[in-house]
T-cell receptor, first 114, second 114 residues
Framework: GENVEQHPSTLSVQEGDSAVIKCTYS??????FPWYKQELGKGPQLIID?????GEKKDQRIAVTLNKTAKHFSLHITETQPEDSAVYFC?????????????FGTGTQLKVEL | EADIYQTPRYLVIGTGKKITLECSQT?????MYWYQQDPGMELHLIHY???????EKGDLSSESTVSRIRTEHFPLTLESARPSHTSQYLC?????????????FGPGTRLTVL
C-alpha cells in the first residue's frame, strides 16, 4: 500500500516569513495529492490539492509543487500570518472510478510567531 | 463550512460499555469515511463506505463496526469499549465523481475509556 512521509513534524516561523512542508510518497500510481489544515478542536479542511498531470498550483499565499520522478510534493506558505498556525497534513491517493482512499502523512504543527 | 455533523463531541465511559458514535451529512455524498486520530496527530482510515449497504475495512485494523443504511448516516459502534480505544474519531464524506475528490470532515468525537 501507499506510504506517505512528512517533514518536519514541527515548524516555527516569524510572521511574514515563508513556511515549507515536504512529503514523499511510495506508490508511483498515486495521482492526487491534497493538503489539509486542522485547527484546534476542528476536523481537517482542504486548503489546496494537485493532480499528477500538474507540476505546480497556486492559490493566493499557498502553493504546492509536485515532482513525480522523485515522488515528493511540498506545500509553500508565503507571508505567514498568526491564523496560519495549525496542523497541516499532506495526503496521497490513487483516484479510480469509484475509489478515493487517502493515505495521510504524520502532520506538521506550524506555529507563526509575532 | 461543511455540513457534516458528529455526536457526541466528547464521551467519557467505563470499560465494557457499548457505544455508538454518530455521523451525519446533508450534502448527499455517497462516500463516507471514519478515521482514528492518535495523540501524535496521524490520521488512520478505519472504515469507509461507497454507498448504502456498502462498508469496507480501512488500512488500520479496528474492533469497531459500521453500518450504512441511509446515505446521510454512517454510525460507528464499539460493542465493548476498552482503554485502548481512547482516541479522536473523525468522520468524513466526499462525492462519488472523480472530478471532485475533496473529503469534508466533521469536528470529531473525542472518546476516553476509563
Amino acid at each position: 500500500g501507499e506510504n506517505v512521509e512528512q517533514h518536519p513534524s514541527t515548524l516555527s516561523v516569524q510572521e511574514g516569513d515563508s513556511a515549507v512542508i515536504k512529503c514523499t510518497y511510495s506508490d508511483s500510481a498515486s495521482n492526487y495529492f491534497p493538503w489539509y489544515k486542522q485547527e484546534l478542536g476542528k476536523g481537517p479542511q482542504l486548503i489546496i490539492d494537485i493532480r499528477s498531470n500538474v507540476g505546480e498550483k497556486k492559490d493566493q499565499r499557498i502553493a504546492v509543487t509536485l515532482n513525480k520522478t522523485a515522488k515528493h510534493f511540498s506545500l509553500h506558505i508565503t507571508e505567514t500570518q498568526p491564523e496560519d498556525s495549525a496542523v497541516y497534513f499532506c495526503a496521497a491517493s490513487r483516484i479510480t472510478g469509484g475509489g478515493n482512499k487517502l493515505t495521510f502523512g504524520t502532520g506538521t504543527q506550524l506555529k507563526v510567531e509575532l | 463550512e461543511a455540513d457534516i455533523y458528529q455526536t457526541p463531541r466528547y464521551l467519557v465511559i467505563g470499560t465494557g460499555k457499548k457505544i455508538t458514535l454518530e455521523c451525519s451529512q446533508t450534502m448527499g455524498h455517497d462516500k463516507m469515511y471514519w478515521y482514528q486520530q492518535d495523540p501524535g496527530m496521524e490520521l488512520h482510515l478505519i472504515h469507509y463506505s461507497y454507498g448504502v449497504n456498502s462498508t469496507e475495512k480501512g488500512d488500520l485494523s479496528s474492533e469497531s463496526t459500521v453500518s450504512r443504511i441511509r446515505t446521510e448516516h454512517f454510525p460507528l459502534t464499539l460493542e465493548s469499549a476498552r482503554p485502548s480505544h481512547t482516541s479522536q474519531y473523525l468522520c468524513a464524506s466526499s462525492e462519488f465523481r472523480t472530478t471532485n475528490n475533496e473529503q469534508f470532515f466533521g469536528p470529531g468525537t473525542r472518546l476516553t475509556v476509563l
